[in-house]
T-cell receptor, first 115, second 112 residues
Framework: AQTVTQSQPEMSVQEAETVTLSCTYDTSENNYYLFWYKQPPSRQMILVIRQEAYKQQNATENRFSVNFQKAAKSFSLKISDSQLGDTAMYFCAFASGGSNYKLTFGKGTLLTVNP | DADVTQTPRNRITKTGKRIMLECSQTKGHDRMYWYRQDPGLGLRLIYYSFDVKDINKGEISDGYSVSRQAQAKFSLSLESAIPNQTALYFC???????????FGQGTRLTVV
């Protein structure tokens, strides 16, 4: 079974600065997807960024980027120029690439952006 | 209108009562999932369905049952609610060729 570990229950950052959220995972599969979801106080689950395991290039979405280290099974999220609206719970998630697609989530990191 | 709709959004019920949480989607996806979120535990999979005739247990299915009434509808039932089922429940869907899953707005369930 796959596991996803987020070792930072809470983090804080000053507005406009950069912060990195850590995530490691364990799997024996070679074909899979990795995701970062954001959950603001509205409780909606919002996809921030995704990475296909077969792609060597790290995914980037505006101020959000990942550092995907496949051999180390590490998938960290970097948020640049942090904004107050980035305050949220962030979940790292794994999904198998085959027909048996199920999301496995980490326990989350609560990020607070301070003015 | 949301593509994945959960009803109710919030519910308070008493211990021992039967309750059903409903999920409907307009995305035409064949795969549907029910997750439970607890503080400090992330989201955990309760049940999932890959089509109308396919229902599978997730990691925490005890105390829950599901029904896939149609491709667009997937309901979660608590036959006899207990306080430790107090949680935030999410429905999600995914198309066969999609990379990502799409989530409903969540149902906050409180069992007193």
């Amino acid at each position: 079974a796959q596991t996803v570990t987020q070792s930072q229950p809470e983090m804080s950052v000053q507005e406009a600065e950069t912060v990195t959220l850590s995530c490691t995972y364990d799997t024996s599969e070679n074909n899979y997807y990795l995701f970062w979801y954001k959950q603001p106080p509205s409780r909606q689950m919002i996809l921030v960024i995704r990475q296909e395991a077969y792609k060597q290039q790290n995914a980037t979405e505006n101020r959000f980027s990942v550092n995907f280290q496949k051999a180390a099974k590490s998938f960290s999220l970097k948020i640049s120029d942090s904004q107050l609206g980035d305050t949220a719970m962030y979940f790292c998630a794994f999904a198998s690439g085959g027909s048996n697609y199920k999301l496995t989530f980490g326990k989350g990191t609560l990020l607070t952006v301070n003015p | 209108d949301a593509d994945v709709t959960q009803t109710p959004r919030n519910r308070i019920t008493k211990t021992g009562k039967r309750i059903m949480l409903e999920c409907s989607q307009t995305k035409g996806h064949d795969r549907m999932y029910w997750y439970r979120q607890d503080p400090g535990l992330g989201l955990r999979l309760i049940y999932y369905s890959f089509d109308v005739k396919d229902i599978n247990k997730g990691e925490i299915s005890d105390g829950y049952s599901v029904s896939r009434q149609a491709q667009a509808k997937f309901s979660l039932s608590l036959e006899s609610a207990i306080p430790n089922q107090t949680a935030l429940y999410f429905c999600a869907t995914r198309g066969t060729l999609d990379t990502e899953a799409f989530f409903g707005q969540g149902t906050r369930l409180t069992v007193v």
